[in-house]
């Protein structure tokens, strides 16, 4: 039997705030307040995961650590850290949360000797993200060019990378929907678990991203549709569930 699609509501974090962009572009915040509050909102709504982000470590204008470790600490669903994690002390900040497990974009792209290595020390502890515009990766918050998908994927899979987290720029936070052939054509070139990122927009988004579920999406993060309320969290556990 095939399992149901994993829902990982997103809160990122700006200045202290959960806010979404657009693209993720710095500058295109709309703000929904207290990160905390809306992380223990999802918590209450059933969500077995949260998404977690540190806009400012990605864009490097600072970092909300405490405020993410705080959130963190509070929850007592499983947490998945992104957002600025690079080196060694990023790295073990973000595990000392108690995190369940955490996503490397930059350094997947431009440190790779590092990453190799905390892959084989941490297993499935690491994610890596693979945020793309085409096919083409970006890092540093998206916003400079980091190499081919396909390349990294192979080099990152020789290395036992344990899962991938797939955004497509161009659709994050625009309600335009997924980018399900990205997703096909990512699952073709890996056996490795990707979760789903950006762009959708309704329960029947959710719907077809589960039908991806048997090449090997395993779960859908899912944040602008929530804060604009297109459906409620509630509505889509329902939606996928098996
Ligand atoms: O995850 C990151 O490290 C990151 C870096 C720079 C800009 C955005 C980043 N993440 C954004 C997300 O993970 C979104 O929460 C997620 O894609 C949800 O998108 P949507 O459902 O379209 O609002």
Redesign the pocket.
């Known amino acids: 039997m095939t399992s149901a699609l994993e829902l990982l509501p997103?809160v990122?974090v700006r200045d202290g705030q959960a806010v979404?962009?657009v693209h993720?572009e710095s500058g295109t915040e709309t703000s929904y307040g207290s990160p905390l509050e809306a992380a223990l909102a999802w918590q209450r709504s059933g969500a077995e995961w949260l998404?977690l982000?540190d806009?400012d470590a990605?864009?490097g204008t600072g970092d909300n650590r405490q405020l993410v470790r705080e959130v963190t600490e509070a929850m007592d669903i499983k947490v998945e850290l992104?957002?600025g994690i690079r080196d060694d002390a990023s790295l073990a900040a973000a595990l000392a949360t108690g995190c369940t497990r955490v996503?490397l974009?930059t350094a997947a792209l431009e440190t790779p000797e590092w990453v190799a290595k905390v892959i084989a020390e941490h297993g499935d502890k690491i994610a890596v993200?693979l945020?793309v515009r085409g096919t083409t990766l970006r890092g540093r918050?998206?916003t400079r060019d980091g190499g081919d998908l396909y390349e990294t994927l192979a080099r990152l899979d020789s290395e036992g990378c344990a899962r991938y987290v797939v955004?497509d720029i161009a659709?994050?936070?625009?309600?335009e929907g997924p980018n399900l052939e990205l997703l096909r054509n990512v699952c073709a070139a890996t056996d490795k678990p990707v979760v789903a990122?950006?762009?959708?927009s309704s329960l029947d988004d959710l719907r077809a991203l589960s039908g991806l579920v048997p090449l090997g999406v395993e779960g859908a993060?899912?944040?602008?549709?929530l804060y604009a309320k297109a459906f409620t969290l509630e509505e889509a556990l329902q939606a996928v569930a098996g």
């Open positions: 997103a990122d979404r962009l993720g998404h982000v806009l990605a864009f992104s957002g996503n974009g993200g945020d918050g998206w955004t659709k994050d936070g625009t309600l990122s950006g762009g959708v993060i899912v944040g602008k549709a």
